[in-house]
């Protein structure tokens, strides 16, 4: 029924089930990675995600909009889930999560953002 949704708590259910998604590529899970631009949640319990890929050509892109439609609607209370894909703006990794750059410190075993910044920036001056 419509205003017995807490849609700020409902929002908080959908990251935790965002956080449980990760593009096979990256082991890092796509709201961490900076893949989720944004999420709209009304009181009626309708859901709105735009997200992104890394890549404009990512191989799994359908693949993941799919996971994550399907993930969205198993919360009880979400009434209707939309995800729309875009490629603006592009993404990059300085939209990797705090988290998600610790995540991916502890497996590389150095910051890769920081890395990418450095190499990025050494291009561009060059």
């Known amino acids: 029924m419509p205003g017995n949704i807490d849609p700020e708590e409902l929002k908080k259910k959908v990251i935790d089930v965002l956080k449980e998604i990760y593009d096979p590529e990256i082991p890092v899970n796509i709201y961490d990675l900076g893949l989720v631009y944004e999420i709209k949640v009304s009181e009626e319990g309708d859901v709105y995600v735009k997200m992104t890929m890394t890549a404009p050509a990512c191989p799994v892109a359908s693949f993941l909009v799919v996971q994550t439609e399907s993930?969205?609607?198993?919360?009880?209370?979400?009434?209707?889930?939309?995800?729309?894909?875009?490629?603006?703006?592009?993404?990059?990794?300085?939209?990797?999560?705090?988290?998600?750059?610790?995540?991916?410190?502890?497996?590389?075993?150095?910051?890769?953002?920081?890395?990418?910044?450095?190499q990025y920036e050494a291009m561009r001056g060059a």
């Open 71 to 118: 993930a969205i609607k198993q919360i009880p209370g979400v009434r209707n889930v939309k995800v729309d894909l875009v490629f603006d703006p592009p993404w990059n990794p300085k939209m990797i999560s705090p988290e998600g750059r610790e995540m991916l410190k502890a497996m590389f075993g150095y910051d890769i953002v920081e890395k990418w910044i450095q």
